[in-house]
């Protein structure tokens, strides 16, 4: 049986894990991220996989990664939440631990994890949309992981939503993780405790009655406990969730949207308002088969467990 290494690199913590051929985590470990260093984050890989490798024999390495990554697999070019820009994180990994490397996007290797062992391992064609600060996004299409010409596809967050909208961390105006992730949820629902607070009393309850603490975590705790405005926030990002993942429909015809990161938490608090503005959206198919719509399987050990899958096939 061959045994290889997810290593999964997020803006603040790194996790990593040993995986067997069928998706199994047979260890697991974690280090915080120093997101700010880029030799430090390289150190903490580097500890992350020795530390495994030391009792398991393995065979080779797959990084997921926070940030755009090259076609070839070897360098992220740019990590708006890391210090890496241009790094040539694959040699830089290989050449200390001895082992084959390959990196990948971090959303990538989450939507391959799903495909091959979560919530659409019965799809040849599936998308990955990863609901969290922002929005990541992974497309497998007929049994291969799409990466693109330049090994960026699958931005699905920074599709336009809103011309001249909400300003967006990329530079441009009205992207869609501006109108559906965490940060939008919160957005909203501090909006909505500002200007009526008569519906927002167990949310502001939460938050010491200032709209300006509002969290995600209180927006779900206050809207599973019926606070009109913590609903009505899902209901927003949940209807722009389903009216992009229509477009998608549209692109790419899919037969499973798997929806994770952070938010997925919430479960049909978000899924419910999203379903209702898909359906809407792609009324004119009318009884044509459209992709369903599912909630991630493998929640925050997808990275390991695709980046150690993708590192096997390598
Ligand atoms: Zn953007």
Redesign the pocket.
Known sequence: MTLTIGVDVGGTKVLGGVVDPEGKLLAWTRRNTPAHDVSQTLEMIVDVVRELAAKHEVEAVGVGAAGWIDAERSNVLFAPNLAWRNEPLRDAVASVVGLPVVVENDANVAAWAEFQFGAARDAHTSLLLTIGTGIGGGIVLNGELVRGAHGIAAEF??MLAVPDGHP?????RG?L??YTSGSALVREAQILAKNNPDSARILLELAGGDPGRIDGPMVTQAAQQGDNAALAAFIEIGTWLGIGMADLVQILDPQVIVVGGGVIDAGDLLLAPARTAYTQSLAQRARLAVAEIRPAELGPRAGVIGAADLARRR
């Open positions: 967050g920074h967006c961390g990329c530079g441009r992207c993780e501006q």
